[in-house]
């Protein structure tokens, strides 16, 4: 299975929204709401930000969601703020666990 | 609070052998399934293997198949990764994770396949 698509950047400015794209097929993305994204700060292991494509986990600031349509799972952070800066993967755990080939997020 | 350590990397030969070790603490360690998650050196990140919580089911990406073996003692909470056969492309940082999610991460151990 090919990983699922990300774009490989994106940026935005202290205070404003960005939303990051994570493209899959009718066999992993598609097929239920069992997608997942993930924060990397460098060094770091990864932190789950959301689980079934829309839900947060206890302790993540409601500046992240998360939504999906058709093959495609997006993450949102709203009201960028510095400490935002980091790669983002998206999984698909939909029978076989998929990751997305990660974006990296500039606060500029 | 939820812990796992892993432990086992180092730099070994291509074509050597090497095993891997997540010991977990502060869950109940036979209620879930166990993944392993690797991520080579300035590489995204890439699901190697899973398992059930009794062991009875194992599953594998298609380019560690018939090489690794992923296995678990629930008794001592612990999980495995036997390295078999191991190329300079297994070369990565090898992380535990609790399967519900992914929403549990080791600090990782670093294996380095290289002459």
């Known amino acids: 299975q090919s990983a699922l698509t990300q774009p490989a950047s994106v940026s935005g400015s202290p205070g404003q929204s960005i939303t990051i794209s994570c493209t899959g097929t009718s066999s992993d993305v598609g097929s239920y709401d069992f997608v997942s994204w993930y924060q990397q700060h460098p060094g770091k292991a990864p932190k789950l930000m959301i689980y079934?494509?829309?839900k947060r986990p206890s302790g993540v600031s409601n500046r992240f969601s998360g939504s999906k349509s058709g093959n495609t799972a997006s993450l949102t952070i709203s009201g960028l703020q510095a400490e935002d800066e980091a790669d983002y993967y998206c999984?698909?755990?939909?029978?076989?666990?998929?990751f997305g080939g990660g974006t990296k997020l500039t606060v500029l | 609070e939820v812990q796992l350590v892993e432990s086992g990397g180092g730099l070994v030969q291509p074509g050597g052998s090497l095993r891997l070790s997540c010991a977990a603490s502060?869950?109940?360690?036979?209620?879930?399934?166990m993944s392993w998650v690797r991520q080579a050196p300035g590489k995204g990140l890439e699901w190697v293997a899973n398992i059930k919580e009794d062991g009875s089911e194992k599953y594998y990406v298609d380019s560690v198949k018939g090489r690794f073996t992923i296995s678990r003692d629930n008794a001592k909470k612990s999980l495995y990764l036997q390295m078999n056969s191991l190329r300079a492309e297994d070369t990565a940082v090898y992380y535990c994770?609790?399967?519900?999610?992914?929403?549990?991460w080791g600090q990782g151990t670093l294996v380095t396949v290289s002459s």
């Open positions: 502060g869950f109940t360690f036979s209620f879930y399934w």
């Open positions: 994770a609790r399967d519900d999610y992914f929403g549990d």
């Open positions: 079934e494509a829309s």
């Open positions: 999984c698909s755990y939909a029978g076989s666990r998929l």
